[in-house]
Each structure stands twice: as C-alpha cells, then as structure tokens.
Nanobody
C-alpha cells in the first residue's frame, strides 16, 4: 500500500492550494483517510479526516471553514482543498490511512503514511 502526496508549494497569505493523495495497492480495506501536518520544531497535527464512501468528515478547529477534504473514487485519490491560507499553515502535509475504527485525528491510530508535501505560506 502506498500513499503519494502532491500539490504542495509556496503561496501568499490568503491564497489557496489543493493537495492530492494518490492511493495504490489494496484499497478496499481503507475506511478512514486523513491529512496531518507538521511544522518545523512542532508535533504532528491532525487537520482533516473522512470516511471513504460515506462522506463523513471531521476537521480540526484551526482549519474548519477554510479546508475541505474530499475523495475522487474514480482516481483513488483524496484531496485537501485549502483556502484563506495563513502563515501558521506552513508545514509538511501528510496523508494517512487506516482500515477501520472511528473517525479520528490521532496520528498514532493510522497505519499507512505518505512521504509528505511541503506547504509554505508567506
């Protein structure tokens, strides 16, 4: 199972980016997908999570109303649309997956991780 993120980059405050996470391998067992971020010198923070197929989503308070997590079933891809970006959003962003369990932003419960994509907001 592999998760590959893309779409990061540099953007000015107030701008937007869309991150993508391509999922390959045995995908039928994935029920929960999530995005996390880690700023330099800080711990990993959960940003958004969703149930695949069901559409239920969950967001950290820090991004609620600005970020949207979504799934493209045909392409086995999960997206994170980020609007109204702030300098505090600067971090390495990772997608993660877990086969079962409740919707959570606790990193320790996720089984698979991508390599990350850098987002810099100035």
């Amino acid at each position: 199972v592999q998760l590959v993120e893309s779409g990061g980059g540099s953007v000015q405050a107030g701008g937007s980016l869309r991150l993508s996470c391509a999922v390959s391998g045995y995908t039928n067992s994935f029920y929960r997908m999530a995005w996390f971020r880690q700023a330099q010198g800080k711990g990993r923070e959960g940003v958004a999570a969703m149930t695949t197929g069901g559409g239920t989503t969950y967001y950290a308070d820090s991004v609620k109303g600005r970020f949207t997590i979504s799934q493209d079933n045909a392409k086995n891809t999960v997206h994170l649309r980020m609007n109204s970006l702030k300098p505090d959003d600067t971090a390495m962003y990772y997608c993660a997956a877990r086969a079962c369990g409740g919707l959570t932003l606790f990193a320790g419960l996720y089984d698979y991780w991508g390599q990350g994509t850098q987002v810099t907001v100035s």
